[in-house]
């Protein structure tokens, strides 16, 4: 009897995620299906979700991967985004490390600095910080962007990592001093490993930022080929109000995969990550 | 300690180096020129020399009923978003932590909103919610629920629905996935114990869960209204201001005002209220936590 | 276990710092580089035949659409043959949307980016002459005068300002009557030749289809100076005196309020619409029937072509009122900015209102100022020829450096009384007055 209360019980947990997974995929799968429509039949009467057997194409993606722009912009995101994971990763772990473990005049200035950047969103410095891209002559390069979304992601990522640094017991620490280690040797072989799923899924939040970052792109980059995806998603909208849809749609499915492949990857370190509390348990 | 010793100590500052260098060019400067420029008449052009204007950017902002329009709006957007997100979000962790399989299957599907990128979107939320598209299709169509097209996109409280069910659809799987990491770590010996003194689980999640991820819950809440008044490409993609500037943000205003019409300054003052205001709902968020954190 | 996902998390951030190293190695080597390795040729050109030194890059931003012909053969044709010509000079083409290249021209201006050469709307040239941009061709180009009389004057004049040209004209282009055949036929409903006609027409060709959808009479994309002002000019109406120095009298005047209230009752007699960011796409929805009449330029045709090519419509002047039959003139000016290398910009100037480029580009729809290639063959079958009727009668917006400004204004007017119904007179009276402080 009992049993069979927590079995039903179940099944209708399964139910409501399931109802609700739908509406969270559903866009998705009208995106794909809008994707593989033609042009010409995105005002058809009566709409249908799916499209047509007779109307079935992929002609957009056959226009989308004839475009050598496309696999430029691709590669400007990939480049721009994984330059910007790395750095912040490297940056914000000895931040985050040496706030966690060191008294030094200025730390708590530091980290009251990391809190207040966290706060202040980073399209609110885009006035000053196209000035300074235009005084650094770092506009229309993806230089333009990297070093600015690696400011962008620092705060929240040290703040991550600090918190999980102070997780690590700091005996770990002592023994390699015991050894003759020195700073550089703790920060090695016992920050950099044991936060490691900290900077994974960091490093994920980090990769999304800057791959999907549209306006600070949009301002500071002008050629073409230098375009991320975003931007030359946005720059199907031509002029006359003449959008096709179809087109803009199977770009947007083809900039999704690297970033899903990514996601389902690493999915099983995200989570962990985020448990601040991971080793002391 | 050892790392009193001179060579540590430098090799502290080494770590540091590039973080705080980081910090000072693309952040504390920004922030500086930031309240510089707020007190210049600047405007486009090289013939065009700034001039000092005082406290005048900051007075034409708040006496700018187009500024005002675009803060309720902004307000409006996170006192909507935020709730609504985490509310979603813990229900469907909670749920999903209750599941023996499937977890995964699960984790990404709530997760894809999330790793989808804001103008992707924006886009598809923009072409459903067009007053020829599907929903409007579907909802006077086939359930008959509307006699006819709804024009969501073409009015202030239309455009913000549909800006907020994307927010809140958006934001969904990030909240689920904080409030997961959360609740693994809620020690299991809490429900067993509450389960032999015949606890339900509506019981169990008022008693047990909600006080035991307070502190992600707060966590989650400073990071969503940080991200609710930075909402720009989902209103820059779907209404882009219209009509009449009646659905900006805060952002996409300031936005308009420096790089449509070249009021820097205006756009400078603009952005530090919108600073202040936001380091001052923070601080009191921060404290909240802080507090909670020492009534443990 | 932990160890190996150490190890993994390490290899990961290692192999992507030394990626970044080795693009940081790229993109610093790229520009040191290739300009040493074409240094060489064009040593070896020097010898030849005198050309420069370096390849010069130059960079020119347009607005031809990203998937249209005119870009097409902008990359394809006319770049390449611009190349050929003048060795030692390569251009790097950015397209933008019409609204951006205005937006990024400004913002670029402020942050000393500027390109060498871009296609500007007319109604920007003051504009940027005002903010010191561009360069007075007629002082520093010593050709300058037998070269642009080969191109037409009154185009010519767009760029004009206080005695000097900024610019060379580009094409011009004019707005006229596209209506739908069988939606005409099937309601009865004769062209309309005068406004009244017009909007009687609409009225009568809105309703439900078959598939009970709205269809709308009418539709404009936006309301801003270039929507509104055929119907304003043509039944009379102003916006500023012959001297574009007063607004009040005119843009709030009898003959405007009523044209503006025209709109404004096509609208709520859900004639009219387009505007709204949620309505079906002006191109999609005429060519699906949904809109039975647009006002529009020669592009239409061939996007038209594209996308629904058996769509049956005809083309008529726009319907005349008190004032006449009055478009709006279109057109782009091509300029260069004081940053740029002038040698070359002018040349790809010349070479971009030469018979050969004006010829290229009339194929796709624009409209020569090239006085050759305007009594070329191509022009003269070209399906455009109903709108160089329409341009001699063409009215420019006016040619102020504040326009864009009081543009946005005008468009914010336009839709609280069109859309939101305010009262027109009284909420044309407020703008004239801006209007006017914006004049002075």
Request: without cysteine; charged residues 20%; hydrophobic residues 35%.
């Given at each position: 009897m009992h049993m069979k209360k927590i079995r039903a019980a179940k099944l209708w947990i399964y139910l409501v995620l399931s109802l609700c997974g739908l509406i969270s995929v559903l866009p998705m799968i009208y995106m794909i299906s809008t994707s593989l429509k033609p042009n010409g039949a995105l005002y058809e009467y009566p709409p249908h979700f799916f499209p047509n057997k007779n109307n079935l194409t992929i002609e957009n993606y056959i226009y989308i991967f004839q475009q050598q722009k496309f696999y430029l912009n691709f590669i400007n995101s990939l480049v721009v985004s994984l330059a910007t994971i790395a750095l912040a990763a490297v940056i914000s772990t000895a931040l985050a490390f040496c706030i966690a473990r060191f008294r030094f005049p200025g730390r708590k200035m530091l980290f009251g600095l990391v809190i207040a950047t966290m706060i202040i969103p980073g399209t609110a410095l885009i006035v000053p910080q196209f000035e300074l891209a235009s005084f650094l002559h770092?506009?229309?390069?993806l230089w333009g962007l990297i070093p600015f979304y690696v400011a962008w992601v620092i705060p929240f990522s040290t703040f991550m990592i600090k918190g999980f640094i102070e997780n690590i017991p700091r005996d770990f620490d002592e023994a390699v001093y015991i050894d003759g280690g020195n700073v550089f040797t703790v920060f090695r072989s016992i920050a950099v490993p044991l936060s490691g799923p900290a900077i994974a899924s960091v490093s994920i939040f980090n990769f999304l930022t800057a791959w999907e970052e549209y306006p600070w792109a949009l301002t500071v980059i002008n050629d073409n080929v230098k375009r991320t995806l975003p931007i030359a998603i946005s720059?199907?909208?031509?002029?006359?109000?003449?959008?096709q849809w179809g087109y803009v749609f199977a770009m947007s499915v083809a900039s999704l995969i690297p970033v899903l492949i990514i996601f389902i990857c690493f999915q099983k370190y995200f989570v962990r990550g985020l448990q601040t509390g991971g080793i002391k348990g | 300690m050892e790392a009193k010793s001179f060579k540590n100590r430098l090799q502290i500052f080494l770590l540091l180096l590039p973080g705080i260098f980081m910090f000072a060019v693309f952040t504390i400067y920004p922030i500086g020129k930031l309240l510089f420029m707020s007190f210049f008449q600047s405007g486009y052009g090289v013939s065009l020399k700034d001039a000092f204007a005082g406290f005048q950017n900051y007075k034409m902002v708040l006496s700018d009923q187009t500024f005002r329009v675009s803060f309720d709006n902004t307000l409006l957007y996170t006192l909507v978003t935020v709730p609504a997100q985490m509310a979603i979000g813990l229900l469907v962790a909670v749920l999903i932590n209750e599941l023996p399989c499937f977890q995964v299957g699960f984790r990404v599907i709530y997760y894809l909103p999330v790793i989808t990128s804001w103008v992707i979107v924006s886009l598809v939320f923009k072409y459903i919610f067009n007053t020829e598209g599907m929903l409007n299709y579907f909802l006077?169509?086939?359930?008959?629920?509307?006699?006819g097209n709804i024009a969501w996109l073409d009015s202030r409280w239309g455009g913000l629905t549909v800006a907020m069910i994307l927010g809140t659809w958006k934001g969904v799987g990030w909240n689920m996935v904080v409030f997961l990491a959360a609740l693994q770590n809620v020690p299991k010996a809490l429900y067993e114990s509450a389960a032999i003194d015949g606890c339900g689980p509506v019981h169990k999640f008022f008693y047990i869960t909600l006080p035991s991820i307070k502190s992600t819950t707060l966590f989650a809440l400073v990071m969503l209204t940080i991200g609710g008044f930075n909402v720009f490409t989902s209103i820059k993609m779907i209404t882009d201001g219209k009509p009449m500037h009646q659905t900006e943000t805060v952002l996409t205003w300031m936005y308009y005002k420096a790089f449509n019409e070249g009021q820097f300054g205006y756009a400078a003052a603009l952005s530090f209220i919108v600073a202040v205001v936001l380091v001052f709902l923070a601080v009191l968020q921060f404290k909240a936590m802080k507090n909670r954190d020492e009534g443990e | 276990m932990k160890n190996q996902w150490a190890k993994k998390i390490l290899a990961f951030t290692l192999s992507a710092v030394l990626m970044l190293t080795a693009l940081t190695a790229c993109s610093g080597q790229t520009p040191e580089n290739s300009p040493s390795s074409e240094d060489q040729q064009g040593n070896q050109n020097t010898s030849q035949n005198n050309a420069p030194k370096e390849t010069i890059t130059l960079n020119f931003w347009h607005h031809y659409s990203a998937q249209s012909p005119e870009n097409e053969t902008l990359t394809k044709v006319l770049i390449p043959k611009f190349e050929q010509e003048n060795p030692g000079y390569k251009i790097n083409a950015t397209s933008y949307e019409w609204a951006k290249l205005h937006d990024k021209i400004l913002v670029s201006a402020n942050a000393n980016t500027?390109?060498?050469?871009a296609r500007l709307d007319i109604a920007w040239v003051p504009e940027f002459q005002k903010l010191n941009i561009l360069v007075p061709l007629d002082k520093e180009m010593s050709d300058f005068s037998p070269y642009s009389s080969s191109l037409l004057a009154n185009a010519m004049s767009t760029a004009e300002i206080g005695g000097n040209y900024y610019a060379l004209a580009l094409n011009t282009n004019t707005k006229i009557l596209f209506y739908n055949k069988a939606a005409l036929e099937q309601a009865g409903v004769s062209i309309p030749k005068t406004m009244d006609e017009f909007a009687a027409a609409a009225k009568k060709l809105s309703g439900k289809n078959s598939n009970g959808q709205q269809v709308w009479g009418c539709t404009e994309p936006a309301l801003a100076g270039w929507n509104v002002l055929p119907y304003i000019w043509s039944m009379g109406g102003e916006i500023t005196n012959n001297d574009y120095t007063k607004a009040s009298g005119y843009l709030n005047g009898e003959k405007t309020v009523k044209a503006v209230q025209m709109l404004a009752d096509l609208y709520k007699n859900k004639a009219l619409i387009g505007f709204n960011s949620g309505d079906i796409p002006m191109t999609d929805g005429f060519g699906t029937g949904r809109y039975a009449m647009l006002l529009e330029g020669p592009w239409k045709i061939a996007e038209l072509k594209g996308a629904y090519p058996d769509f049956s419509y005809g083309t008529a002047d726009v319907p005349a009122g008190e004032g006449g039959s009055h478009s709006v003139l279109g057109g782009e000016d091509i300029g260069m900015f004081s940053s740029a290398n002038k040698e070359g910009a002018w040349k790809f100037m010349k070479f971009m209102t030469s018979e050969f480029a004006q010829e290229e580009m009339a194929k796709c729809g624009l409209i020569p100022v090239n006085k050759e290639a305007l009594e070329s063959a191509t022009v003269k079958d070209a399906s455009y020829a109903p709108f160089l009727d329409a341009i001699k009668t063409a009215k420019a917006r006016p040619p102020v450096a504040k326009w864009t400004e009081i543009d946005n204004q005008l468009t914010t007017a336009m839709t609280s009384i069109?859309?939101?119904?305010?009262?027109a007179q009284k909420t044309l009276d407020q703008l004239a007055s801006q209007v006017d402080e914006l004049l002075k």
């Open positions: 770092v506009t229309n390069k720059g199907f909208f031509g002029e006359h109000q003449f959008t | 006077s169509q086939v359930i008959h629920v509307t006699g | 500027l390109p060498d050469v069109i859309k939101e119904g305010a009262d």
